[in-house]
Every structure is written in structure tokens, then in C-alpha cells.
């Protein structure tokens, strides 16, 4: 976001300290011709002067968020981004690579921000991001709780449900690669009962399938007694593939191939994993000898 001046006209001023009197994070076009007494148009010339100087954001139409002045002019980063994009829908979470990345899951950053939600929406701008609606089946909508982003509520999916999502479609999380160092790095603070709870809800045996092998992939320190329960969910499918589907595509050069204990056909190259195998293992710290 480009430097802007935050110096005030009196009722630029008089919108700006009702708000934060009010407590206020968020704000609209009616309450602002409310604040000010006069007409919509006046109102407008005033919310338009506050965005241009950095004060207000626009999240959708006719709703605001309030930049407040501690935050100063730079304000509008990855956090208020989220913020900003969580007033779209009223039933929403951030998810996929936007909730990875706010876990710190990985280290790519995109340009896009995900939304999930059971609201056929259009994709929209949010500042310098682009806001991609994903449409999520009823049956894989939950594992989300509100967090606190710069003063607001934003849902996100919570580390196990966004490794899952991330693993059902890795299109919209990098790709296979992403997905598989997402995986291993978030499965060393996993709450792996909620995780294989979260699974069995979705009850998709491909999913467990795909995984479970790379949990196995990455050497996670997966309990006998998930990993039991995981392999009986996968029971529930025939085999299945990670990767570009095999009837529909091609089989991927350097393939790892067949897994006989997942029966999974992993279409993915050795050297496209490369980087996470054995990623999951918790590290000890070796002791010098005295």
C-alpha cells in the first residue's frame, strides 16, 4: 500500500474519532450519513476522501473496515488482507494455502487469498490480492474456529482441517510438491484424534489413502492406533492416486508408482518430493559429552 497522508478535514476527523470512541473495527455507509447527520452524497465524498488517505478499506459494498491510527499508513498487509476478505460472506473460513500460510506452513506466498464457503460468489479484487470463492461440499465444511487478526475476527481452518483440504486439492496449495511439506511440517504440532476424526467425517477412503502415504512419506510420528484407523478408512475406496490421474492423464515421468500399503498409485516423481521426505520426524537436540 502506497504512503499516504492521514492529516484530516473536521468531518473526516469527526467520522474517524466516533468510530474508535464506539469501539468500532468496522463500519458502513449508513452509519457514516448517520455520524455526520447530512446527506448520503456528502457522506461519500467523505468515505471516499478516508480511503484515499488510508483511513478506511473497502471490504464489500457499502461496508468498511477502519484502519486505526496506531496501525499507521502501511496498515494494510497480509493480516488486514484476510480481514478484508472475510466480510464477503457471512458463512465462510480462509482456507488452503491462505490458511497455511497464516500457520506458517509454507513459505509461498501468493497473490490470492481463498474463501470457502457454500455461497455461489464471484471472485473479486481486495487490494493488490485476488479473492478465489471455493465452493466446499457441505460434508467438508466445519474445522474452523475465529481468530483474532489486528483487532478481528476472521474465520480459518484450523492445522489439521487445512493440511486435509490442502491434501483434496492440492491445485488450490501449490501442487502435490507444496502439499506433501505442508503436510510434514504441520503433522509435528498435530492433534492427530481430531485429524483422523476429521477424516472419518469426510469419509472419503481416496483421501485417507493419499494422506496417510504421505504422512508415511514424510516419516510423521503417526500413532499405531490412528494410523489403524486411517487404514481402515481407506478400505472404504478401491485404490486410488496422488497425483494427475493416471486414466486421464499421462503417467508422470521418474513415477514413484504402486504402494502396496495404501494401494495408491503415486503418479509423482521422486525428485518433486524430494524436499519433504522424511520432514515430519521431530528433531532431537544431541547432548555434547561432558
Same mark, same amino acid.
Request: glycine share 8%.
Given at each position: 500500500m502506497a504512503?499516504?497522508?492521514r492529516?484530516?478535514s473536521?468531518k473526516?476527523?469527526?467520522?474517524?474519532?466516533a468510530?474508535?470512541?464506539?469501539?468500532?473495527r468496522?463500519?458502513?455507509r449508513a452509519e457514516?450519513?448517520?455520524?455526520l447527520?447530512?446527506s448520503?452524497?456528502?457522506?461519500?465524498h467523505?468515505?471516499e476522501?478516508?480511503?484515499?488517505?488510508?483511513?478506511l478499506e473497502?471490504a464489500?459494498w457499502?461496508?468498511y473496515?477502519?484502519?486505526?491510527?496506531?496501525?499507521g499508513?502501511?496498515?494494510?498487509?497480509?493480516?488486514?488482507?484476510?480481514?478484508l476478505?472475510?466480510?464477503i460472506?457471512?458463512?465462510?473460513?480462509?482456507?488452503? !494455502?491462505? $490458511?497455511? @500460510?497464516y500457520?506458517?506452513?509454507t513459505t509461498q506466498h501468493?497473490?490470492v487469498?481463498?474463501v470457502? %464457503?457454500?455461497? /455461489?460468489?464471484?471472485?473479486r479484487e481486495?487490494g493488490e490480492?485476488?479473492?478465489?470463492?471455493?465452493n466446499q461440499?457441505?460434508s467438508?465444511f466445519f474445522?474452523f474456529?475465529p481468530v483474532?487478526?489486528l483487532?478481528?475476527h476472521?474465520?480459518?481452518?484450523?492445522?489439521?482441517?487445512?493440511?486435509?483440504?490442502?491434501?483434496?486439492?492440492?491445485?488450490l496449495?501449490?501442487g502435490?510438491?507444496?502439499v506433501?511439506?505442508?503436510l510434514?511440517?504441520?503433522?509435528r504440532?498435530f492433534?492427530?484424534?481430531?485429524?483422523?476424526?476429521?477424516l472419518?467425517?469426510?469419509g !472419503?477412503? $481416496?483421501l @485417507?489413502?493419499?494422506?496417510g502415504?504421505l504422512?508415511d512419506?514424510?516419516?510423521?510420528?503417526?500413532p %499405531?492406533?490412528v /494410523?489403524?484407523r486411517?487404514?481402515?478408512?481407506a478400505?472404504?475406496s478401491?485404490e486410488s492416486?496422488?497425483?494427475?490421474?493416471p486414466?486421464?492423464?499421462?503417467?508422470?515421468?521418474?513415477?514413484?508408482g504402486n504402494d502396496?500399503?495404501?494401494?495408491?498409485?503415486?503418479n509423482v516423481?521422486?525428485?518433486?518430493?524430494?524436499g519433504s521426505?522424511g520432514?515430519g520426524r521431530?528433531?532431537?537436540i544431541?547432548?555434547e559429552p561432558?
Amino acid at each position: 500500500m502506497a504512503h499516504v497522508t492521514r492529516s484530516l478535514s473536521n468531518k473526516e476527523s469527526q467520522v474517524v474519532l466516533a468510530l474508535t470512541e464506539r469501539g468500532r473495527r468496522e463500519t458502513t455507509r449508513a452509519e457514516i450519513i448517520e455520524l455526520l447527520g447530512g446527506s448520503p452524497k456528502a457522506a461519500d465524498h467523505v468515505i471516499e476522501a478516508l480511503r484515499r488517505k488510508g483511513w478506511l478499506e473497502r471490504a464489500t459494498w457499502g461496508e468498511y473496515l477502519l484502519i486505526p491510527p496506531e496501525q499507521g499508513p502501511d496498515a494494510l498487509g497480509n493480516s488486514n488482507l484476510l480481514a478484508l476478505a472475510s466480510r464477503i460472506a457471512p458463512s465462510y473460513y480462509i482456507g488452503f !494455502s491462505s $490458511a497455511a @500460510a497464516y500457520y506458517g506452513l509454507t513459505t509461498q506466498h501468493r497473490n490470492v487469498i481463498f474463501v470457502v %464457503t457454500p455461497q /455461489r460468489l464471484r471472485a473479486r479484487e481486495v487490494g493488490e490480492s485476488r479473492v478465489q470463492i471455493v465452493n466446499q461440499a457441505e460434508s467438508k465444511f466445519f474445522g474452523f474456529a475465529p481468530v483474532d487478526v489486528l483487532g478481528y475476527h476472521v474465520m480459518i481452518s484450523d492445522r489439521e482441517k487445512t493440511t486435509i483440504d490442502c491434501v483434496d486439492r492440492t491445485d488450490l496449495a501449490g501442487g502435490v510438491g507444496e502439499v506433501a511439506m505442508i503436510l510434514a511440517t504441520a503433522s509435528r504440532r498435530f492433534d492427530w484424534n481430531k485429524a483422523a476424526e476429521y477424516l472419518e467425517r469426510i469419509g !472419503s477412503g $481416496a483421501l @485417507a489413502r493419499r494422506f496417510g502415504w504421505l504422512l508415511d512419506h514424510a516419516q510423521a510420528e503417526m500413532p %499405531t492406533d490412528v /494410523r489403524e484407523r486411517l487404514l481402515m478408512l481407506a478400505k472404504r475406496s478401491r485404490e486410488s492416486w496422488l497425483g494427475p490421474n493416471p486414466a486421464r492423464a499421462h503417467t508422470v515421468r521418474a513415477a514413484i508408482g504402486n504402494d502396496q500399503t495404501w494401494r495408491l498409485f503415486v503418479n509423482v516423481s521422486s525428485e518433486e518430493l524430494h524436499g519433504s521426505a522424511g520432514l515430519g520426524r521431530k528433531k532431537t537436540i544431541k547432548k555434547e559429552p561432558r
